[in-house]
């Protein structure tokens, strides 16, 4: 495209930059107005009257001066005001050469794939926006007169990332700006957008740089007056985003849509480039063209037109022409998560595709869910809060003991478990089987929910009669987990709290420093059963001894869980070498035969968002993503101040000195730490060589039985370094019962 020679004082422009949101400071955004003010002096250094120029904002607090300077008369940026602006100001351009719109603030994108620019008035549960789409429409319509403008220029800096689960729904349907017929089709309109549809225009460091890259190539075309061509502007962007992409810096991949602009419409798309097809993937496509040609049938371009109609709805890119042909359906799938699957259900319904079709959509694309079924599922399980997604995972974990999943968000459990429980061929996909048996195992609506959904996918790959046979055996094993929770302990039982818990509260001792009261409990889930509470002062060797009964009756060697409530001060006191069966032939220690953990509820009610944050984190972590704290740190400050800057560290390794162990302690509490591992002895240097040996346990999840394994081996040589490890495991959702101290259960 050459050139565009024009006269600037000719050019009229609207800049909304929208900061401050009406809902929680979690919405407002540092910048929008920094950038608008950008692009207004580019167009006046350019020679655009300041007159000619509208600029509607909601500044923050501390960007209101710097927009009042640049623009005093600038207007807020709410509904009515940019309505009134765009519906009613713009037909006052009389026998301009060219329009500048700009938007920066935050997008979403909405039910049905619609963009929609959040409006000031947007809350944490009310999102309010305008469709972005209806920008270019207005421009086209009788609202900017038919002979005022010859051509026009949008730019949007904004996301268009859908929404999760939950917030999705809160969304409204976007506002066009106008419904009037186009009576200017062919006005060229140049539309530049900072990210491409489903992506985010916001790098890994939480900075924007679209605004910023883009007024560099406009101000490297030349100064005041100068002619302007944008292919050449774009060029720039493109090459600017690309190196910081190729260096791993950047995530951001804009786009441009140019209508008409030299005669013709032609999308540009700038994002990372699709790998080439191995010759394997080259033979599943050819597969898919042709069963996809053979399922559109006689008339071809008709049903292609209703298909590509329908995925319109579900897939983020727009179709390539209409009606497509069979091969550009499949290149289109291919462009979007879970295409191929979807497009051949579409294609195939009532009857499922064959075996071999599917095959060819798992190795194309490793999903085998459609879109629907992907996004329903994450639905239901973003219903569900943290501790019933932690027992979701565990649940896949009993089942698939190799499996490893990156995190408790919903839209990641089905990531990981899609990716690794691909269905055998003609056998009921594992992914249905942890669905059926989470389902059977926590009731209440959500879990009839996904007993409807795992049917519906069950019956779309037809293996419905499956389903129900897993179904059955699920809830067969519910029962008995029921039932007698001790002894059905086969695989499948209730995640988290599987193998039950006993949960021992140790009071601080008395006058003597040696007596303590106590109580304990055993829970399943949230089943809590009051096993003994002794309001009578005991020694600890009398408590072992009370202890040594109950978890003979009540607990399973090897698997239960055992946790001790103490006071901070109380921590170190190593439970763990407690003896079992002392006046017996089979003595033994407490760690040996059960996995045993310390626990602590002071200080937890400061913070317990760290605290559940971190929990969720431990819960897929590696034991590599400890915090190592400083062995020197020994203040409540010192340490407060390392944990603040560590806020999504799954938990920390400890080898302070002895003497500054009880203001440590207090920190971590306080901070929300709810893995603490230490040496009961060694400091320093020492403590440190021996938790890395401790430490080379590859999941964080399996630190307490690998605990107990050291600890067994310990029973053999006391100077086993297995001996003298602790560890606090404070899972925030299985607290003690209420009213502890006033009365058991």
Known sequence: MTAIEHDWRRTHAVLVAVERYNGSDRLNLDGPVR????????????????E????LASPMERNRAALEAAHPGYRPAERAHVRKVFREGLSHIDGDDWLWVYWAGHGVQTRGGRWSLLYPETSDTDLQGLDADSLVDLVRTDHLRWDAVERVTVVIDACRQALPPGTHELADIPQPLTDWPQTKPERPVYWMRACQAGAVAMERDGTGRFTSVLLRQLEAQGEAGAALDLDRVWQGVRDEFARLNGAGS?????SVHIIDWDEQGRMVRLGPPAPPLDPEKRRFREVLVLEASGLLGADAAGSAARVAARLCEQFATAPPTTPPSAEELVDWALENPHGTVTLLGELSAPAPPRTEIRKACHLLQNQWLTHPEYTELVALLGRLDQRARYD????AREKYPTMALSSLDPAALVDDLEAVLLPPPRQLPQLLRVVEHFAALCGGAVAGELRAWS??????IDLEGQLYERRGEAQEHAERVRADPDTAMDQGAPPGDSRGRIQIRLHAPGADGQRRTYEVWSRRGDDVHSLAKADTPASLEEIQRGLDHLLSRHARTLDTLVEFFVTPTDLELAVHRWQLDAEGPLERSLGTDYPVVVRCAELREHQPHLWERRWEKAGT?????????????????????????QEDAPGVVLTSPVRARKEVFNACLFGGVPVLIWHGEAEGDAAQAELKTLLRTERLRSLPQHLRRLRSASEADESHHGRHMALLWDDPHSPLPDQLDLSAP
């Open 392 to 395: 979701f995972a565990e649940v």
């Open 621 to 645: 972590a590696d034991a590599g993503e400890l915090h190592w704290l400083p062995a020197h740190y020994d203040t409540f400050k010192q340490v407060n101040g390392d944990l603040q800057g």
């Open 52 to 55: 000619n120029i509208r600029l």
């Open 455 to 460: 049917l519906e996918c069950a019956r779309r």
């Open 35 to 50: 950038d608008a003010i950008g692009m207004r002096e580019w167009l006046t250094g350019r020679g655009v009257p300041p």
């Open 250 to 254: 950047g995530r951001q991949y804009p």
